[in-house]
């Protein structure tokens, strides 16, 4: 081209310098003196609260005591929580058709989403292929459904605890980041009237986790048509983050299949329920009955969905296998399994002086109070669970990580006779830095 355009302009007599300055008009410039690279505001906004508690704790376990990380939020880490058979046969078979090593469309093949369709969808919120956009794991399912409805400026709510990849994206966005309480005290319920209170004409979005991260709750059906009357008596739509639905121990519907009005993106994926967080497969579901999301919000989410190429397309290839022929028995042997160590860690650690734990119902996690007060050998909840890893090599996710100090979080994935030892050390290590409440003036007196 350069070429073409340079012997056209001896042909034409005319000086190079003057044709260079007609295709790039000069303005006058300055040119950069010296280096100077920096990461962008966005990149200086981007912040994990999770790595930036645990990277800064001095994790030294007891070199007498092999280390227990109750820390870590994936299934897969002790290898006693395999995927399914047919799970992984999809998967080899998607991969010998030779059929799936292109690109797939930036929302997902047509024929993947209609499977995730027909597996969501029932007669109070049916689901179409068109309401189901693939995503890189559910992280990337909550990244679009922010950017979609949300601008720099408006505000979000989230859950307090919560899983802290919302605010995360959300800061990075220029998003305020409003934290409405949950209630251990009611088994982690909403706050409805503190949620409320929060809302004003900036709030584009009402995020709900349900089951949660970290707290291991499931919320009833009345408590989530409170929530939804709340979203309706304001025009908020809702992102819920469903990605632990179904794992639970008792009833809890869709958020959508009680929505009259309420618009809402469910975000999902194949990660928690069918134990391959590392396929990165996800989803959003639209679910607009009411048609207030419109074709502008859909064809918002095609448009992001464009910036980078979503799910990988073998486990595309495999989805519709996965969910059809993923037998009942696996999902009940994983709830099953979560059910029995959950129990174990709620009874062991509830007769530990000091500590509270809130007995879970659902996902993988329970949550345990610490009274501080009976432990004054430590500033807080990382400093506690830091003294932990060092005398007795079990590591906890302290609570100041979901933004709910003086708490901390257990995964109970891991194998029973683990959880036991486990629970065993937490209990030598509280007896030994318990001190019993001091006793009160009355007391003194008498
Ligand atoms: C509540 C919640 N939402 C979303 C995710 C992200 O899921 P994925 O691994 O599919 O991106 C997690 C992962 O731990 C989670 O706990």
């Not at 300055?30 to 001095?58: C, F, H, Y």
């Not at 929530?227 to 958020?255: G, T």
């Not at 007995?359 to 007060?373: L, W």
């Amino acid at each position: 081209m350069h070429v073409c355009i340079y012997v056209l302009l001896v042909v034409g007599d005319l000086t190079i310098t003057n044709t260079v300055s007609a295709l790039y008009p000069t303005k006058s410039k300055s040119r950069r003196q010296r280096w100077e690279v920096k990461p962008s505001e966005m990149a200086n906004n981007t912040l994990n609260p999770i790595r930036a508690i645990v990277d800064g704790m001095k994790l030294t376990p007891n070199p007498d005591k092999p280390m227990i990380a109750l820390s870590i939020g994936d299934p897969t880490v002790f290898g006693n929580l395999p995927t399914d058979g047919a799970v992984l046969q999809a998967m080899k078979d998607a991969i010998d058709s030779q059929k799936y090593n292109g690109y797939a469309p930036s929302v997902g093949y047509l024929q993947s989403r209609q499977a995730v369709a027909n597996f969501y969808s029932c007669p109070e919120a049916p689901l179409e292929a068109e309401d189901v956009i693939l995503t890189s794991g559910c992280s990337q399912a909550i990244d679009l459904a922010i950017s979609v409805l949300c601008n720099p400026g408006d505000n979000i709510l989230v859950p307090c605890p919560g899983f802290s990849l919302y605010k995360t994206l959300a800061v990075s966005m220029g998003i305020e980041v409003r934290l409405y309480n949950l209630l251990p005290e009611k088994s982690w319920e909403v706050d409805l009237q503190h949620m409320e209170s929060l809302i004003d004409e900036k709030t584009s979005c009402l995020i709900v986790t349900n089951p949660s991260n970290p707290c291991g709750s499931v919320f009833n059906k009345k408590h989530l048509q409170e929530i939804l009357k709340v979203a309706s008596r304001h025009c908020v739509p809702i992102l819920a983050d469903e990605i632990y639905c179904n794992m639970v121990r008792c009833s809890s519907p869709s958020l959508a299949s009680l929505s009259s009005d309420v618009p809402i993106l469910s975000c999902g994926g194949l990660a928690k329920r069918w134990l391959v967080p590392g396929w990165r497969m996800g989803w959003i579901l639209i679910h607009d009955r009411n048609d207030i999301f419109g074709t502008e919000i859909r064809q918002g989410l095609v448009k992001l969905s464009q910036r980078i190429l979503g799910a990988c397309s073998i486990v595309q290839g495999a989805l519709e296998r996965i969910l059809n022929n993923t037998p009942q028995s696996f999902y009940n042997n994983t709830i099953g399994f979560l059910k029995s160590n959950s129990e174990i860690c709620f009874s062991e650690l509830s007769s530990v002086p000091g500590l509270n734990p809130v007995m879970p119902s659902g996902a993988m996690y329970i949550m345990v109070g610490i009274d501080m007060d009976h432990f004054p050998d430590f500033k807080n909840d990382v400093d506690f669970t830091e003294q932990l890893v060092t005398e007795q090599s079990v590591f906890c996710l302290p609570a100041s990580a979901f933004e709910y100090p003086n708490f901390f979080r257990i995964v109970v994935t891991v194998p029973e006779e683990m959880m036991l030892e486990a629970c065993a050390r937490i209990r030598e290590f509280c007896q030994s830095h318990y001190r019993p409440p001091s006793r009160d003036s009355n007391d003194l007196d008498q």
